[in-house]
């Protein structure tokens, strides 16, 4: 009912198959193609032209929502939407905003469950203190999800990561169906992150698992090499791996309902020098599982690597 692959083959002839429900176009752009195609600002760590894709099983109808992009199912919803560079400098404010837009598409449409969502963002490391980028989107993100009522046992699996263009790409896949959502013991939770890490903690689930019909899937958030709340392994890549794959594996044991497996990995490295070990290392430990390697900057400083998985 729902895959998610990684190919060479061109964005308009992936889309105009009808079982497709979005392409992610691996391009330096960030900004809207039309509908069904999101383009994040993400590059492939190689350079190569690949795409993303989400594919299903079940009739696609896609439309627009004021500046919100949708394409929708009978059982699922994905929507899209973009800000302007300059919306950018002020990002707390037009986080909040973009995230109260996509939630109202979300109920116009009856999809009252969001159960995944990607945010990619500009400079995402850039200020000090609370005046980071990461730290400012975190706040505008826990405000919409308050004014929605949306509570912490209800916040979906998440990643958050900067890409190196201009404007910024929040987008969610949303259901009819309850999700399921996790938190991974060897960390704290989230949303309880201590002071240091900001004004307000980042809002997300470790895992979230769905069942659509006679379908189960897990969502596993981007995970790095954080243990408690503390990072491990500054300024060294395989320590990092090793603790990021840990918390993966933790999460498979213990947040899986239905026992799926590991299918994709979506990977970000922060700096090109670490591809080929990272390539290297994972297809040596995981060579089942299809992956995609994307150059792009990680929400604290000193990760060098985040993985997120997709298990069906």
């Excluded at 500046?67 to 994905?78: D, G, M, P, Q, V």
């Amino acid at each position: 009912m729902l895959k998610q692959h990684f190919c060479s083959t061109p964005a308009k002839e992936l889309l105009s198959r009808d079982k497709t429900l979005v392409v992610m176009p691996l391009t330096s752009q960030c900004e809207p193609y039309g509908e069904g195609l999101i383009a994040t600002g993400l590059e492939e760590a190689d350079a190569h032209p690949v795409n993303e894709t989400w594919s299903v099983s079940e009739t696609v109808t896609r439309g627009q929502s004021g500046r919100c992009y949708w394409s929708e199912t009978n059982n699922l919803i994905c929507v899209a939407h973009w800000l302007s560079k300059d919306e950018c400098e002020q990002i707390e404010q037009s986080t909040q905003f973009a995230y109260e837009a996509i939630l109202a598409v979300l109920d116009e449409h009856k999809f009252p469950h969001p159960f995944r969502f990607w945010n990619y963002l500009p400079g995402i490391n850039v200020g000090n203190g609370d005046d980071e980028v990461y730290k400012k989107f975190c706040t505008g993100r826990l405000k919409a999800f308050e004014s929605r009522g949306i509570s912490a046992q209800a916040f979906p699996a998440a990643s958050a990561l900067g890409h190196h263009s201009d404007g910024a790409v929040f987008y969610v896949f949303a259901s009819r169906a309850r999700p399921r959502h996790f938190n991974n013991h060897r960390q704290v939770n989230s949303y309880d992150y201590p002071r240091q890490y900001g004004v307000t903690s980042p809002s997300f689930a470790r895992a979230t698992a769905l069942s659509l019909n006679t379908s189960h899937f897990l969502f596993i958030s981007g995970t790095a090499s954080i243990t408690g709340h503390q990072t491990l392994g500054e300024d060294d890549i395989e320590k990092q791996l090793t603790v990021t794959m840990e918390n993966i594996r933790h999460l498979l044991d213990t947040a899986n309902p239905d026992n799926r497996e590991l299918a994709t990995f979506k990977v970000y490295i922060r700096h090109a020098h670490h591809l080929a070990f990272i390539r290297h290392w994972l297809t040596t430990h995981y060579p089942q599982v299809e992956a995609v390697y994307t150059l792009a900057d990680i929400c604290r400083k000193d990760l060098l690597v985040e993985i997120e998985c997709f298990c069906d």
